[in-house]
């Protein structure tokens, strides 16, 4: 079974809007963290915002937020007033801190978002 | 403060042959993560180094193997190149033993022709 699902191959936005993309997680280890990258055409993985199992609040960093219900095992970002420059790759990620799966990152298969003038 | 440089950011080469790639931490992180990137299968975990040890590997053959020195810095070899390795090759490092946050680099794009 996958560990990360975004079911969304392809977004489109207009700029200065706001856009959710969705990421939902598999996982039976309580400590776990999930991140969001962002990958532009030249290759780099830029982090983006990260969501601990354990904290309590939903993550902010500036124009990205991250809408995390545990429950649910989703954690989608969403980008505030869409600019041309976030048109890129957008990977969600988790890691897991129990078990077996240490020490490395298990990607979604990303969601392409093209932002509109 | 320089980020993770992956050297080199493009290869060709011919099937058969191998392959070193190289992966130069943020000063101060130990820790060396390296991932393949290919459009089929996305990103998946290649192996990870703490101060030298590796700690954890994916589910890769025998060919692809790594090493991390004394200063952090890694490389990944592939030997007997396939086509099928053509792909995008991430490196991130961390600065903690529990890896809360990675940094990644570009890439070196690996083409097997």
């Known amino acids: 079974a996958q560990k990360i699902t975004q079911t969304q191959p392809g977004m489109f936005v207009q700029e200065k809007e706001a856009v959710t993309l969705d990421c939902t997680y598999d996982?039976?280890?309580?400590?776990?963290?999930l991140f969001w990258y962002k990958q532009p055409s030249s290759g780099e993985m830029i982090f983006l915002i990260y969501q601990g199992s354990y904290d309590q609040q939903n993550a902010t960093e500036g124009r990205y937020s991250l809408n995390f219900q545990k429950a649910r095992k989703s954690a989608n970002l969403v980008i505030s007033a869409s600019q041309l420059g976030d048109s890129a790759m957008y990977f969600c990620a988790m890691r897991e801190w129990g078990g077996g799966s240490n020490y490395k990152l298990t990607f979604g298969k990303g969601t392409l978002l093209t932002v509109n003038p | 403060k320089a980020g993770v440089t992956q050297t080199p950011r493009y290869l060709i080469k011919t099937r058969g042959q191998q392959v070193t790639l190289s992966c130069s931490p943020i000063?101060?992180?130990?820790?060396v993560s390296w991932y393949q990137q290919t459009p089929g299968q996305g990103l998946q975990f290649l192996f990870e180094?703490?101060?030298?040890?590796?700690?954890n590997k994916g589910n890769f053959p025998g060919r692809f193997s790594g090493r991390q020195f004394s200063n952090s810095r890694s490389e990944m070899n592939v030997s007997t190149l396939e086509l099928g390795d053509s792909a995008l090759y991430l490196c991130?490092?961390?600065?903690?033993?529990?890896?809360?946050?990675?940094?990644f680099g570009s890439g070196t794009r690996l083409t097997v022709v």
């Open positions: 180094y703490f101060s030298e040890t590796q700690r």
């Open positions: 991130a490092s961390s600065a903690d033993r529990d890896n809360y946050g990675y940094t």
């Open positions: 996982t039976s280890d309580p400590s776990y963290g």
């Open positions: 000063s101060g992180h130990r820790s």
